[in-house]
């Protein structure tokens, strides 16, 4: 098909949902239900205790049933929700140990509720089926809201001998128009694209019945834009309901498992040695703090051509489903600044000195003044960016951006000009040198790698066998804090464990 005759399709595809009705097929889902329940009424007992004691718990309780909530597939090929079952058994019990008699019973039943609901086949997954076994399979396509859904449905598929296209998210990865997409789960968790950029002439929602947010997304834009797409619903109640014996009172409660930010302590400045930064939490478990006045940060952009996938993005540009490109243990910044060192070859020692020597005298001014007194200090003497002084003691910033104002800097320490300034520009120049480099050894490795394994588990490990770089990791950004912290500076964009990312999607 030539992209103009596919460009017309998708505008058809558009026109014909703007006008017709998106199907809600609400399935009943005895076990689900069950669970659903069980949490419920463990969050309202909860109401009163700090949330922060609870978070472990309610975090991977609520990824237990999102994913009863958006995995169709049987048990069989559902192996990796083993691990997080186990993980919730364990933390009920635990916290079983220490909570009132009530709180027990209530732990208790969630344990029993999710080990019954994670042997039972999805009754969401037989009426899937049986919707795509009408139409023959052909010009159908399944939408999953996760990679893990997306590969468990796929094996399922496959199993069957059954040639159905299985994708996640969105219509990004269909280019053609196809008759008829399921969607797995409820329409917020896809966001408005599946209806404002169709890739199908009709469109199904599939959902266990327990999931009572059943609204169509709209876009930001739709209360102010014209000929948006608003297509009717309706609402397709399959099986029988069951029927609990004690319901839940209702509970403001996210069927999306989201992380707990802890409380922050009263805001302060940061210290000499500290810079302000937030937490990012990332795919494979782990979290990094990203600093507020960072440039840049190394990214890997998967749909790109080969090539030119790893670039390096400004910090501002960092986003829920990114994917940096990090070193585990260590920052990528030390790394580059050890690359460069070792370029300028028998220089490399007098740059590393001199560098020590004027960040030394700064940080003792610093450290005698005070940040805010340095600060002034250095504006009356002219230089442009005397609130950067602080950063530029940090070991991988060779010098102020502006010539002029690293030339004031160091006459306000009374160091001379050279060989400071000619050495720290060999220094920057090696670095740019150090950084292309560093960006030809990733892209190969990654034109090398599987990247349906980064977009299905948000993380990928990146084998090269350079010195330096074994353990250089692809993550995708699953959370970001809103809040600000000092931190220290050597803390950085170091990728620690963390147990609130380990249980998100």
Known sequence: MTGIAQIADHYRAA???ARGTVELHAVADEAGAYLDAALKRLITQLRSEDPEIWQDLLIVARQVRWRLATNPAPATFRSDDDEVLMALLATCQRRGLAADEQTQLLLEDLARRAEEAHVQDRPTGEVLLESLRELNYQACVVITASGRAQNATKMWFDDLGISVSVIRGSFRDQPDVVDQAYAVGAPSLFGPSLLTAPRATALAYVLP???QDRSLPKSTLADYAEGVIRPGRKIFKIGREPI????PAPVEDQLLP???WSRQSPPRPPRADEVLARKVLLGGGLAIMLDQDGEHIRSLIPNRPVGERVELADVSAVTVGSYLVLREGETQSALLYDWAIKLLGTRGLDARSS???WKSALRAALRRLGNAAVVRALDRAGVKRADRAAAWTATTMVRPQDDGDFELLLSWLSL???PHFELAAALRRARLQASQDIR?????AVSAADL???ERDGFLRLELDVDGFRSIIATRVLAISPNFEPIHRNDVRRPVEDWGARWLE
Not at 244 to 247: A, I, Q, R, V
Not at 440 to 444: A, D
């Open 15 to 17: 026109e014909g949902l």
């Open 209 to 211: 019945s327990w999931v």
């Open 244 to 247: 609990l014996e004690d319901p």
């Open 258 to 260: 989201s992380p707990v």
């Open 355 to 357: 560098q020590e020597e």
């Open 416 to 418: 001379p000009t050279q």
């Open 440 to 444: 030809e050894i990733l892209e190969e």
């Open 452 to 454: 349906s394994e980064l």
